[in-house]
């Protein structure tokens, strides 16, 4: 204490009892909606993207447009832009990307289950893909049966493949 009574500033600083938040990350979403890549392409930024209504997050009403990021998909020679959108209330982003794709995948679902129906039923893999990526695909499907549906599964890969999706999961994700 200082003379007077007086209590400097730095410890009453340090004295305060108020709780700190940090936000280590922001939490990423995901929105799916239905889109042609051909419009994307063609009209680039100037797409009419659909604005959520509310956060996913925490139900805010308040959701800002958070500009573009760009990403690639089979059969495009360039990164399309994705629209992203912002709540300022708990900081979410939401990213918008088309119906049809699993998240950080460029091939369309279908054609990564095509891939994998033909490897299971004639031994080879379809044309116009890299076999090494469709190895990675098949490799990986195979870790997640036997992760999460165990040894025992007897329905084959496709079924593997369809059930894992029902469950909500990416079949074909690397990591468990």
């Known amino acids: 204490m200082k003379k007077g009574g007086e209590v400097s500033q ?18 990423n979403m995901i929105i799916f909606f239905s889109a042609m890549l051909n419009e994307i392409f063609h009209l680039d930024r100037n797409y009419p993207w659909p604005k959520p209504g509310c956060c996913p997050r925490c139900n805010s009403c308040r959701v800002w447009g958070h500009g573009f990021v760009t990403a690639c998909f089979d059969g495009y020679n360039c990164p399309l ?31 990564i289950r095509r891939s994998i ?38 329905h084959g890969v496709v079924a593997g493949f369809d059930y894992l999706l029902q469950l909500g999961q990416i079949p074909v994700c690397r990591s468990i």
């Open 81 to 111: 832009p994705l629209k992203r959108y912002r709540c300022p209330d708990c900081k979410c982003i939401m990213r918008l990307r088309p119906y049809g794709y699993f998240k950080r995948f460029q091939t369309p679902i279908a054609t």
């Open 117 to 154: 129906f033909s490897k299971a039923r004639t031994g080879k893999w379809i044309d116009g893909i890299d076999r090494n990526r469709q190895g990675h695909w098949h490799r990986s499907l195979l870790k997640r049966i036997r992760a999460y549906l165990t040894n025992i599964w007897q």
């Open 10 to 27: 730095r410890s009453a600083l340090f004295n305060k009892r108020e709780p700190i938040i940090r936000f280590s990350r922001t939490l």
